[in-house]
């Protein structure tokens, strides 16, 4: 682009036709009378007549030059600064024995309550036709069952963390099970209180992050049974450290299919189980953080509910956009790797070389 003020000084450039024809064209050329040429036209040009055209050729790019840059052409970068009050997420799942039941569906196909929420929260994280994802905000994953397990840290590498909550597991050993509801909390609280945000970078521009809020999402099919810490307690905990909670109570209301070991054939049946979920905690536990307590019965219910919880935690950004401008007529850019010097030189170089090819190797002898 030029600057819009000298932009004009590019009509100069019809000039450029009216140089060629006073250089080629309408040359007065001096003459010889002579009997014959017939022997001189079978002799070659040399290579002196073959390039005979370049000093002139030089002297019009010179021109050239001369009136881009006085039009002052101009390289624009555009640069995006982002800054961003970015959430810090911590979800909790729970992987217990009762996570088995056969109470969801995917893609026409019964699964089991740990596999339809491990759908779910991928898309909730990277994002998809109906989830913008969580770009800018970090997220964590803690699992619990009896005890807590933290799969990945606050973090904003998404792929990781969806990676790692792919490796889930329901437990398969008595003294694993249980449902440690607080402890989870307590972990999850902690881990959100410690963090500690600085800047990021990202291929748009500079990201400046600062946490706008803290919360933690947790998703469980039970009733607190183990660990030490009373999941009201964890609640107050997070209330008093303004962390919000938002829980999912996850399961069919009533009864649902469970694949258990048939004692007499060893092999696995459903049998159909009563489902205990301790909605009445669970309610207090979001209320006592101005959270919110859904409950799931179905994977378009738990995608409705991420849905709503990305809508109630939305992150803030303001972007800042600023154009750096490189005068091409004095200094040096560059287009990709290639680097360009200034319009200005250009001229300079092609007519001092003009000059001096017209002084040395086409020296015209004048009479």
Known sequence: MFYTNSIWFLLLLFLIPLAIWRLY???????????????????PPSWRQ?????????????????????????QGRKQTITNTEGIAIEMIVDRSSSMQALDFELEGRAVDRLTAIKNVAEK???????????????VGLLTFAGYVDSLAPPTLDHSYLTSQL???????????DGTAIGDAIGLAVEKLTNLNLKPEENNSGELNSEIKSKVIILL???ENTAGDLDPLDAADLANTLDIKIYTVGVGTKGTAPVPVLDPFSNRRVLQMMPVNIDE????????????????????ESLEKIYEEIDILEKTEVEASHYVDYREMATETVHFG?????????????????????????FRTATA
Request: proline share 5%; charged share 20%.
């Open 25 to 43: 064209w309408n040359k007065q050329e001096t003459s010889v009378s002579f009997s014959s040429i017939k022997n001189a036209t079978s002799i």
């Open 50 to 74: 073959r390039l005979r055209w370049l000093p002139h050729a030089l002297k019009i790019m010179a021109i050239a030059c001369m009136i881009f840059a006085i039009a002052r052409p101009q």
């Open 124 to 138: 909730f994280v990277l994002g998809n036709d109906e989830l913008d994802g969580r770009f800018s905000d970090l």
């Open 166 to 176: 792919q490796t889930a597991e329901i437990v398969d050993s008595p003294n694993e």
């Open 220 to 222: 469980t099919d039970g």
């Open 280 to 299: 009445e905690t669970l309610t207090q536990v979001a209320e006592k953080t101005d959270g919110k307590y859904f409950r799931a019965t179905s994977s």
């Open 337 to 361: 790797a290639i680097p360009v010097p200034p319009v200005a030189l250009l001229a300079l170089i092609f007519l001092a070389i003009a000059t001096l090819l017209s002084k040395t190797a």
